[in-house]
């Protein structure tokens, strides 16, 4: 179980680097100003900004030491795992003038909610033979874990061993994880690719092979306007973020392919980006800005960058597609845009904005790494209409 440990002291409380949180120290990282670099902790004001980090532990457990109150230690925010506390207002922290002060909380009884979690099902041996065979044929390792994981819970909610595994038990698994864990069209497709490589090339015994698929949803990508982006990057004084964002905007890259980017990766000279090993295992080279250019000699000339582009924590490994994404979600909140999308909308709205200069299709295409015009050709139903030289009747009456 992860814990974060908070030490209060007269006027500040300190947080020592949350290595067991990444995700949660990156959240904080970007968010506040606290950060203390020589010491490697965050440091508190014992006022608002306390309540304002207990707020961002939600659902993680955490430890108040504080030696000077009558309780030198409280154990808080335990609510979502096996125990449960009683009264339910023991496990928030008091507000106002009573903030992480050192009064004794109520008497805290505990006892269990909810079923205990069902026992695994799928042999520690079939797993090892499922995931030989996905590396056997060069699956990349997170759709080797995605495998990995479909099956077990298969067999955990069924709480069957493989062999016991029948048609109807795959049928029964699918819709149960669509109506009480809300799955998409796409990851019933992929639990039921999952299955299927499994029982085909594993067990050797193909009970999933009358499995009919779902329907993908067909969905149009959402797309920035030009006055947004340019708030967003105008917005940004992270160069590290800007240049992120930026990147992923004017080469349409993909945000695996823009975290994993190198020094190397970069031809300032031809103003191209080289991506190594993009989506299916491809190579491919897509233009790179000139003012995105500029931006990259004086970041990696200011940083020393000469391995990762963008370094993440460790330094020896690059940026997390989380950390990405809350890059993204940030900006975007700073930017007062209130549009649901992710950072893989920067890639849409570069297509869209190409589309929407003349470019020809299959140009577009091939900077996109699409293998199937298909794919590009549904920017054509959210490119402007007068681009597309099409004119609604409307405008030929009024």
Known sequence: MEVVYLFCEPDVVR??????????????????????????????????????????????????VDKNASSPIRILGLKGYPWKELPREATSLPTGKNALSG???????????????????????WRAKLEEELRARKYSLHTIRLYVHYNRLLCRLLQKPPEEVCGADITRFLASVEKDREYSASSINLAI????????????????????????DKRLPVVLSKEELSRIFALENNPKHRL????????????????????????????????????????????LSEKAACFIGEYCSFYGIKGWIF?????????????????????????KIGKQTSIHSLRHTFATHLLESGTDIRYIQTLLGHANLRTTERYTHIARR????????LDSIL
């Open 103 to 125: 009064s004794r909380p109520p008497e805290v009884k505990y006892t269990m909610m909810g079923p205990r979690p069902l026992p695994e099902k799928f042999p520690e041996h």
């Open 193 to 216: 690719s999952a299955t299927k490589f499994f029982y085909k090339f594993v067990l050797k015994n193909d009970v999933s092979r009358e499995q009919r698929r779902p329907r993908n």
């Open 386 to 393: 007068s681009v597309l030289q099409i004119r609604s009747p």
């Open 311 to 335: 370094p993440g924590l460790p330094p020896t490994r690059h940026l997390s597609i989380r950390s990405a994404q809350n890059i993204f979600n940030n900006a975007l909140n700073r930017a």
């Open 244 to 287: 992120l964002l930026m990147l992923v905007y004017s080469s349409g890259l993909r945000v695996s392919e823009v975290v994993a980017l190198k020094k190397e990766h970069i031809d300032l000279a031809r103003n191209v980006i080289n991506v190594r090993m993009g989506k299916g295992r491809k190579d491919r080279c897509t233009i």
């Open 15 to 64: 947080v020592p680097y949350l290595q067991c949180n990444h995700h949660l120290f990156s959240r904080l990282f970007m968010q506040s100003r606290a950060w203390d670099k020589s010491q490697r902790q965050f440091l508190f004001k014992r006022d608002k900004s306390a309540e304002w980090f207990c707020r961002m532990l939600s659902g993680i457990p955490f430890v108040l």
